[in-house]
């Protein structure tokens, strides 16, 4: 496709509950981003990956999130046992490579609430 | 590490009028790129314009045009004839290419400037 498409759009999850987020890039972009912008709007790098090999990880919480991108799978961002500090939108973006001349383009995010 | 910073958490301006949103960042690398980014109510991310570091001649796209200051580490954006839709967030982005000819590919981020449009 033409789009990144992320699901769901909104995700309610209480404290201590497991949280999936899925993301499919646009067909033939090797390069996977998620990023985390809460609700002061900072955004954080999470992770990236190179088809589906994690390139950069530096910034997961490895306690509790963990990600994949499987091959013909949408890739996936997982948070174990949720935090009220986890509440924030979840940006995925894809790219054809890490040059800063190709555009990342984002995906409209899901935005996770946890009570 | 590499950061960038937005000063102006706000900012206003009239409707067809000019506005300045400023965006500094501090890198030890020689190359890299520099992004505005839009954030409207919405939350879709739309990318407005992009700086090579290496090119001198400040990039321009329709009413958006940015001045950047190289040695100054200054890469500001300029609206012109501002319209009711350019009120967003606007974000200052930066992508690094290390020394050894590689890049982490991931942006990093300004805190954001709020622009409102007065009609």
């Known amino acids: 496709g033409e789009e990144v498409a992320q699901t769901p759009k909104h995700l309610v999850r209480g404290e201590g509950q497991k949280a999936k987020l899925y993301c499919a890039p646009i067909k033939g972009h090797s390069y996977v981003f998620w990023y985390q912008q809460v609700l002061k709007n900072e955004f954080k790098f999470l992770i990236s990956f190179q088809n589906e090999n994690v390139f950069d990880e530096t910034g997961m919480p490895k306690e509790r999130f963990s990600a994949k991108c499987l091959p013909n799978s949408p890739c996936s961002l997982e948070i174990q046992a949720t935090k009220l500090e986890d509440s924030a939108v979840y940006f995925c973006?894809?790219?054809?490579?890490?040059?800063?001349?190709?555009?990342?383009?984002f995906g409209p995010g899901t935005r996770l609430t946890v009570t | 590490a590499q950061t960038v910073t937005q000063s102006q958490p706000e900012m206003s301006v009239q409707e067809a009028e000019t506005v300045t949103l400023s965006c500094t960042y501090d890198?030890?690398?020689?190359?890299?790129?520099l992004f505005w980014y839009k954030q409207p109510p919405s939350r879709q991310m739309i990318l407005v314009i992009r700086q090579e570091a290496y090119k001198q001649q400040n990039a321009t796209e329709n009413r958006f045009s940015v001045n950047f200051q190289k040695a100054a580490k200054s890469f500001s954006l300029k609206i012109s004839d501002s319209q009711l839709g350019d009120a967003a967030m606007y974000f200052c982005a930066c992508i690094v290419q290390m020394n050894y000819g590689g890049s982490q590919g991931n942006l990093i981020f300004g805190k954001g400037t709020k622009l409102s449009v007065k009609p």
């Open positions: 973006a894809s790219s054809q490579s890490l040059q800063g001349l190709n555009e990342q383009y």
């Open positions: 890198t030890s690398e020689s190359d890299y790129y």
